[in-house]
């Protein structure tokens, strides 16, 4: 078996052109990685563990349990990288791990505002906190599953994920899960749950709102550009 540093190589080499924030979670996979590996574990089964972690840290925010439930969601996040590592390494790829790798992330995001919003609901007992839970799911739901394939599949390059190198590019990673998860853990520490979902319900609902604007607007221009030009 090669060492870390040799599977980084082989396993993680474009994923660390990625900025800080979104490569974080790599230097921690890698080591699952290679215990998966050793163990011959196959990607599709590391997907269904990952989500398997994010069910479990749903239900804990749903009894209050901000810390050990933002704990579990980390680890969603680092076995959504370790599913990946090991396909790359071990050559593999099919339709129905890249169908359940997505149905995943499409249904577990939008369940990890949801369920905090109303743990801190049954914990406060103030309704908003299911309104400002409700409205961040939903944000994530029709980003997730409905702009991005939209972008992926057309050459809106000014919406693409990038390396971080402005601030425009900033305002797109912040509200990825991957920077989201490691804030709710540090904020569950202080006690700042509530601040938390504030905070990005309404972030991720402009967010989303001005994406969709952006990308319709963009799209009817294009179209528009190519009728001209026949």
């Given amino acids: 078996m090669e060492s870390i540093k040799e599977l980084r190589k082989i396993c993680q080499d474009k994923g660390f052109q990625e900025h800080i924030a979104l490569r974080f979670h790599r230097i921690f996979s890698i080591y699952i990685t290679r215990v998966f590996l050793i163990l011959k574990i196959r990607p599709n089964v590391v997907t269904i563990l990952g989500f398997l972690m994010g069910i479990t840290g749903g239900y804990l925010f749903l009894n209050s349990y901000f810390l050990q439930g933002s704990v579990f969601f980390l680890f969603l996040l680092i076995f959504d990288y370790v599913d990946g590592e090991i396909a790359r390494y071990r050559k593999l790829s099919s339709?129905?791990?890249?169908?359940?790798?997505?149905?995943?992330?499409?249904?577990?995001?939008?369940?990890?505002?949801?369920?905090?919003?109303?743990?801190?609901?049954?914990?406060?007992?103030?309704?908003?906190?299911?309104?400002?839970?409700?409205?961040?799911?939903?944000?994530?739901?029709?980003?997730?599953?409905?702009?991005?394939?939209?972008?992926k599949d057309s050459n809106l390059r000014f919406l693409k994920n990038q390396t971080i190198t402005s601030a425009k590019e900033w305002v797109n990673h912040i509200a990825k899960i991957s920077v989201?998860?490691?804030?709710?853990?540090?904020?569950?520490?202080?006690?700042?749950?509530?601040?938390?979902l504030w905070f990005f319900a309404i972030y991720l609902t402009l967010f989303t709102s001005g994406k969709v604007f952006l990308t319709g607007w963009r799209t009817y221009k294009q179209k528009k550009y190519y009728k001209n030009t026949k």
């Fill in 95 to 151: 339709n129905f791990g890249a169908w359940l790798d997505t149905m995943s992330v499409h249904l577990l995001y939008p369940y990890f505002f949801f369920t905090l919003g109303l743990g801190i609901f049954f914990q406060t007992g103030i309704f908003w906190y299911i309104v400002l839970g409700a409205l961040a799911a939903m944000a994530k739901l029709i980003e997730r599953s409905m702009i991005q394939p939209l972008i």
């Fill in 180 to 196: 989201q998860c490691p804030i709710i853990f540090l904020c569950s520490l202080v006690g700042w749950e509530e601040w938390f």
